[in-house]
């Protein structure tokens, strides 16, 4: 079974660093997953983590700990059009993750 | 183009009647599964299959069906819907199996009102 936790929201003022946590519990444990979803659309990948530590991606970055069950995604320079939905998807035995509540981030001027 | 499909995009309908969303990729991938997205419930996973003919449950099964005949075709059936399965549904395809974890690619998501 899966026990995803994540911020139900958070702001952020434009040009700022945000950090997303996501703690869980995954049968299996295989690799975590971030992606971003923007209002009405349709999820997006942004990174992937197996191995313990940091994956940096631009202005995206994600860390994992296994040992932990901890995960977080680090937004960098943050940009107006980076308001959206970040979901934290740990997967297990399947392969297919499974997904938290999602984390609002509300990017202002 | 590579891409995930899902007919309908929209649909409003009474409970009780069947209704079945198509979901289609052309990626040859041998992962697929549907999820429903509530407000305040996050992406909730349904069922998922990991080839032809191997479907398993995910989080939320109750009420639906899916079938696996071919690899491009996830179809979600819903024999006799309720107004609690109204939601934004989303059908998602992957690599598989052999190839370590691979992203998810999503449809652009049916949104169903069950009346």
């Known amino acids: 079974g899966q026990n995803i936790d994540q911020p139900t929201e958070m702001t952020a003022t434009e040009g700022a660093i945000v950090q997303i946590n996501c703690t869980y519990q995954?049968?299996?444990?295989?690799?975590l997953f971030w992606y971003q979803q923007h209002a009405g659309e349709a999820p997006t990948f942004l990174s992937y983590?197996?191995?313990?530590g940091l994956e940096e991606k631009g202005r995206f970055s994600s860390f994992l700990s296994r040992s932990k069950g901890y995960s977080y995604l680090l937004l960098k320079e943050l940009q107006m059009k980076d308001s959206a939905s970040y979901l934290c998807?740990?997967?297990?035995?399947?392969?297919?993750?499974?997904f938290g509540r999602g984390t609002s981030l509300i990017v202002h001027p | 183009e590579a891409q995930v499909t899902q007919n309908p995009r929209y649909l409003i309908t009474v409970t009780g009647k069947k209704l079945t969303v198509t979901c289609s990729q052309n990626?040859?991938?041998?992962?697929m599964s549907w999820y429903r997205q509530d407000p305040g419930l996050g992406l909730r996973q349904i069922y998922y299959?990991?080839?032809?003919?191997?479907?398993d449950k995910g989080d939320v099964p109750e009420g639906y069906k899916v079938s696996r005949k071919e690899k491009r075709n996830f179809p979600l059936i819903l024999e006799s819907p309720s107004p609690n399965q109204t939601s934004l549904y989303f059908c998602?395809?992957?690599?598989?199996?052999?190839?370590?974890?691979?992203?998810?690619?999503f449809g652009d998501g049916t949104r169903l009102s069950i009346l």
């Open positions: 998602a395809s992957s690599l598989g199996l052999g190839t370590g974890n691979q992203p998810q690619h």
């Open positions: 995954t049968s299996g444990f295989n690799g």
């Open positions: 983590n197996v191995l313990d």
């Open positions: 998807g740990p997967s297990g035995g399947s392969y297919i993750p499974t």
């Open positions: 990626m040859n991938h041998e992962y």
């Open positions: 299959s990991m080839n032809v003919e191997v479907t």
